[in-house]
């Protein structure tokens, strides 16, 4: 189940939403109550541990670290 990243066009507020189901849920800033957000774009994350060797890694060199 996915979490959504929202951002209140009233006050500015920055939030998250998990989404249960694949119908529109009306999402309303929690901070105002105000019922216009918008979806943001936000940056995933692993977690876990990189040991000896396994995992995923950028090649040397290429601008990545």
Known sequence: MPIFEYQC?????VFEELVMTKKKKRIACPRCHHAKVSKLISRTGAVGRN????GCAAPSGSGFS
């Not at 066009?9 to 507020?13: L, S, T």
């Not at 040991?51 to 396994?54: D, N, R, V, Y």
Request: with cysteine.
């Open 9 to 13: 066009e009233k006050c500015g507020h």
């Open 51 to 54: 040991t000896a060797g396994t």
